[in-house]
């Protein structure tokens, strides 16, 4: 059967809280570079991609931006998170993973991320948590430091892996914070705000989901409501 719907799923706040984990890495990779605590002051971090986030950190401290800087950014960044997860309370979030094994096997649908993170970053966290392999396919911060311009990535290799371009009414853009509303709305993609991360479901609301949820809790109403 020829795949008809495409799930793009954010990481963080959507499919699994780390437990302060990514944050106190990315911290301690600021301090290691710069020696500076609290370094990620003054920086947005919710929905931004990780290469956003390290070329605002070098320009926060006056260092010149090159290629090679995301590459020392990430390595220091995955030390201390690897140190980190393990003394951490994250978890996989309250319905994933029976939606995702639900997903798997309707064989309408293909199943991807749509992440800020590096790849290796999304990998190491999803493989730690055990869901990596639910998603074979993903756009990632090495695409574009621009989180709205990610979507067309994940687009091009579902197409690559399935044959198949899916129509904006058949691919869903899932995350919990406004900048996965924008980042789906910029490829005309449904909207589904999922409020388990540290944006409020009313501010949520404001932006405008087509879809908005307290929880994947419900795998079945959540799936009639997406799949009819």
């Known amino acids: 059967m020829e795949k008809t719907h495409l799930f793009l799923f954010d990481i963080d706040g959507t499919l699994i809280p780390s437990g302060g984990a990514g944050l106190l890495a990315m911290q301690q990779a600021v301090l290691d570079l710069f020696g500076v605590k ?19 950190v070098f320009r926060k401290f006056g260092e010149e931006w090159m290629d090679a800087c995301a590459s020392v950014f990430y390595g220091t960044y995955m030390r201390h998170l690897a140190e980190e997860l393990p003394r951490m309370q994250g978890c996989v979030l309250s319905g994933v993973l029976p939606l995702l094994n639900a997903l798997n096997a309707d064989p309408r649908v293909a199943t991807g991320l ?7 970053v999304a990998r190491f966290k999803l493989s730690y948590y055990g869901i990596w392999d639910y998603f074979k396919f993903g756009a ?28 904006p009414e058949r691919t869903f853009v899932l995350g919990d914070t406004p900048h ?15 409020a388990t991360g540290s944006t409020p479901r009313d501010v949520l609301a404001k932006y405008k989901p087509d879809f908005l949820f307290d929880n994947f809790g419900d795998v079945p109403k959540v799936l009639q409501a997406l799949m009819g």
């Not at 687009?155 to 044959?163: D, I, N, S, V």
């Not at 996965?180 to 999922?194: Q, S």
């Open 140 to 167: 990632f911060a090495e695409d574009d430091i621009d989180r709205n311009k990610l979507a067309p990535h994940a687009q091009a290799r579902a197409k690559a892996l399935h044959g198949v371009d899916f129509p």
């Open 180 to 194: 996965d509303i924008n980042c789906g709305k910029a490829i005309g993609a449904k909207t589904v705000a999922v």
């Open 114 to 120: 749509l992440t800020g993170n590096s790849e290796r």
């Open 38 to 56: 609290n370094g990620l002051e003054g920086i947005d971090l919710a929905g931004r991609t990780d290469l956003n986030i390290a070329y605002n």
